[in-house]
């Protein structure tokens, strides 16, 4: 199925006279005939549903269905897109080891990172996203597990050479995990140029309507954890009466024991209700992202054309300096958001949020309706001015996330609110 039909049908098969939609199973248990039973699925815990907090059939819906949008072997829902950060990275690093991330990467990531991370003894090691390559090689330490990106960086916008990353940390035996919130599965797929595991903020695009946080990991099943480095997959895991991953679950080895161990020791479960207002949201998906491209890609040419506006910066435009890496990545469109700065400064930034009518300013990016945000005051606020500098926010920059509204009325608002800028200079 192309992916259009995948947002549709994907992850739940109805057979004769079920619901047509997938149901909400609002229920935290399930029943068993016997103790024999219910015991043997303590032993295989992938047989049978027991607990709401390992599994549920309203969540595991939507996570074969985004399994299959990404094209890996599963996916696990968690409450929220840090949440899944979070486990992505706990499920192959521990206390002494470290990892590697590039620095253009959501703010809430930037935090986790390089404190909360820190606290539990694990390094997160921050390169440039253009180091070249020997350079990021020489990032590398014995006891680096993981390689970090965004596919496109929130709110930076740059573009990730995946394949490059991938190169990297295969090179060095470690395997490569993106955030590809920003496109989602429709503009980019990243295990088909080499990712070995996807995260989502799923309260992003993936919901699209501004109702659910939540968040998605996806394996692509494809990376070899039998390398030395991976003892936790590739050995006993003792918390779980001596399950060996790798050989019990073979290429879903990672995601078993993300559900196995993180989920139910750390309860971050996506509920049902969230679930499946996340699935209605994917059903959408592709239309939304069409349009949502095509009505940014208009607002960006637009702004660029604009006297008023020092810079703008949309991946699309020929003027972005990621624009040779988005013709190759993002072929069908990137995402709704764009950056730009106001002439005037920080001050001016402000005069224009404050006299938009149509778009709200929201701390949130990527639903529907088109919405503002000034990152420097709000998203990115615990950042020092040299975080800021390497997350590439300036005091000026205006993150605009473009909605499905007729474009024509997102450019006329835009117009009048810096004519209120005008009027002030
Ligand atoms: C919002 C966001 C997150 C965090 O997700 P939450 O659902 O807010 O926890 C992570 N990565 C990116 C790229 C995001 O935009």
């Given at each position: 199925m192309k992916i259009e039909t995948q947002c549709l049908h994907s992850g739940y098969s109805p057979k004769?006279?079920?619901?047509?939609v997938v149901p909400i199973?609002?229920?935290?248990t399930y029943v068993y005939d016997s103790t024999e039973e219910v015991a043997s699925v303590f032993d295989e815990p992938t047989k049978s549903l027991i607990y709401s907090r390992f599994a549920n059939p309203t969540v595991m819906a939507v996570e074969n269905k985004i399994a299959e949008l990404e094209g890996g072997v599963g996916a696990m829902c968690t409450t929220s897109g840090q949440a899944a950060t979070l486990l992505s990275i706990l499920n192959i690093c521990r206390a002494g080891d470290s990892f590697i991330s590039t620095t253009e990467i959501y703010g809430g990531t930037v935090n986790l990172f390089s404190f909360t991370f820190k606290k539990l003894g694990i390094e997160c090691i921050f390169i440039d996203k253009n180091a070249s390559d020997e350079e990021i090689m020489k990032a590398f330490k014995p006891n680096t597990k993981a390689v970090f990106g965004e596919t496109i960086a929130n709110p930076a916008l740059t573009v990730f050479d995946i394949e490059r990353f991938a190169r990297i940390a295969h090179a060095n035996n470690v395997p490569l995990i993106v955030d590809?919130?920003?496109?989602?599965p429709v503009n980019l797929r990243p295990i088909e140029f080499g990712a070995d595991i996807v995260t989502h903020s799923t309260t992003k695009y993936m919901d699209g309507h501004a109702q659910v946080v939540g968040g998605v990991i996806v394996d692509?099943?494809?990376?070899?954890?039998?390398?030395?480095?991976?003892p936790e997959l590739t050995q006993p895991d003792e918390s779980y009466h001596g399950v060996i991953y790798t050989e019990s679950f073979g290429e879903a080895a990672y995601i078993t024991k993300v559900r196995c161990q993180l989920i139910r020791d750390f309860g971050v479960a996506m509920a049902p209700l969230s679930a499946f207002l996340l699935n209605t949201g994917i059903e959408t998906l592709h239309l939304r992202m069409e349009r949502h491209c095509e009505n940014a890609l208009k607002v960006a040419t637009f702004l660029e054309n604009?006297?008023?506006?020092?810079w703008v910066n949309y991946p699309k435009l020929k003027s972005s300096p990621d624009f040779e890496l988005a013709e190759k990545y993002l072929p069908k469109g990137a995402c709704g958001v764009i950056s730009f700065g106001i002439k005037g400064g920080r001050e001016a930034a402000v005069k224009f949020m404050d006299s938009l009518k149509l778009a709200a300013i929201v701390v949130?990016?990527?639903?529907a309706r088109t919405c503002v945000l000034h990152p420097a005051s709000t998203t990115h606020r615990q950042l020092t001015d040299q975080q800021l500098i390497d997350a590439g926010i300036g005091a000026d920059l205006v993150r605009m996330s473009i909605g499905i509204e007729n474009a024509d009325d997102i450019i006329d608002d835009i117009t009048q609110a810096l004519n209120e800028v005008k009027k002030c200079l």
């Amino acid at each position: 199925m192309k992916i259009e039909t995948q947002c549709l049908h994907s992850g739940y098969s109805p057979k004769n006279t079920e619901p047509r939609v997938v149901p909400i199973v609002q229920s935290t248990t399930y029943v068993y005939d016997s103790t024999e039973e219910v015991a043997s699925v303590f032993d295989e815990p992938t047989k049978s549903l027991i607990y709401s907090r390992f599994a549920n059939p309203t969540v595991m819906a939507v996570e074969n269905k985004i399994a299959e949008l990404e094209g890996g072997v599963g996916a696990m829902c968690t409450t929220s897109g840090q949440a899944a950060t979070l486990l992505s990275i706990l499920n192959i690093c521990r206390a002494g080891d470290s990892f590697i991330s590039t620095t253009e990467i959501y703010g809430g990531t930037v935090n986790l990172f390089s404190f909360t991370f820190k606290k539990l003894g694990i390094e997160c090691i921050f390169i440039d996203k253009n180091a070249s390559d020997e350079e990021i090689m020489k990032a590398f330490k014995p006891n680096t597990k993981a390689v970090f990106g965004e596919t496109i960086a929130n709110p930076a916008l740059t573009v990730f050479d995946i394949e490059r990353f991938a190169r990297i940390a295969h090179a060095n035996n470690v395997p490569l995990i993106v955030d590809n919130t920003f496109p989602t599965p429709v503009n980019l797929r990243p295990i088909e140029f080499g990712a070995d595991i996807v995260t989502h903020s799923t309260t992003k695009y993936m919901d699209g309507h501004a109702q659910v946080v939540g968040g998605v990991i996806v394996d692509s099943g494809k990376y070899n954890w039998n390398n030395g480095k991976y003892p936790e997959l590739t050995q006993p895991d003792e918390s779980y009466h001596g399950v060996i991953y790798t050989e019990s679950f073979g290429e879903a080895a990672y995601i078993t024991k993300v559900r196995c161990q993180l989920i139910r020791d750390f309860g971050v479960a996506m509920a049902p209700l969230s679930a499946f207002l996340l699935n209605t949201g994917i059903e959408t998906l592709h239309l939304r992202m069409e349009r949502h491209c095509e009505n940014a890609l208009k607002v960006a040419t637009f702004l660029e054309n604009n006297e008023m506006i020092s810079w703008v910066n949309y991946p699309k435009l020929k003027s972005s300096p990621d624009f040779e890496l988005a013709e190759k990545y993002l072929p069908k469109g990137a995402c709704g958001v764009i950056s730009f700065g106001i002439k005037g400064g920080r001050e001016a930034a402000v005069k224009f949020m404050d006299s938009l009518k149509l778009a709200a300013i929201v701390v949130h990016v990527a639903d529907a309706r088109t919405c503002v945000l000034h990152p420097a005051s709000t998203t990115h606020r615990q950042l020092t001015d040299q975080q800021l500098i390497d997350a590439g926010i300036g005091a000026d920059l205006v993150r605009m996330s473009i909605g499905i509204e007729n474009a024509d009325d997102i450019i006329d608002d835009i117009t009048q609110a810096l004519n209120e800028v005008k009027k002030c200079l």
